[in-house]
């Protein structure tokens, strides 16, 4: 499975999933990174390290079950690869979001991805400024 491909779509996921904390100066704003203006190239080099860490590991150790989610994903790729697709739900899962890999219709596959991305606990995404201009997404925890 492509190591940049999952990445972008973990970090998507991050974008899309995570409220802009740091950014916006009223707690209660959940509005989303992705639409505060942040993208891809808004996180820290940190943080595209660790993330890449995290899905490298998770890619090596989980290669069958991946091989078999590529298989069995392949038919339904609205949008990306089965790559950035597996990205996605690495974030998602880990996050303990409402969907991931074990809502997939997945049976056993889904649930020992399931419980191999609850293994690598969850992170936290934050703007390192409150200005869109110099602001950049970091994260800790895992």
């Known amino acids: 499975m492509d190591l940049d491909e999952v990445v972008n779509g ?56 991946l091989a ?23 974030y998602l899962t880990r996050q303990g979001h409402g969907v991931g890999f074990w809502d997939r219709d997945l049976d056993a596959l889904g649930d020992r991805l399931t419980i191999a991305c609850d293994s690598f606990g969850e992170t936290y995404a934050f703007a390192t400024t409150n200005d869109l201009e110099t602001a950049r997404v970091e994260v800790e925890g895992g």
Request: hydrophobic share 35%; with cysteine; proline share 3%.
């Open 10 to 65: 973990y970090i998507d996921a991050m974008l899309w999933a995570e409220p802009a904390r740091g950014f916006n100066a009223d707690p209660d704003d959940d509005t989303a990174f992705d639409s505060a203006g942040f993208d891809r190239e808004s996180l820290t080099d940190g943080a595209r390290q660790s993330i890449e860490t995290d899905c490298r590991k998770f890619i090596d150790t989980n290669a069958d079950d």
């Open 68 to 90: 078999e989610y590529a298989e069995r994903r392949a038919f339904s790729r609205h949008d990306g690869t089965v790559a950035e697709h597996a990205g996605h739900d690495f």
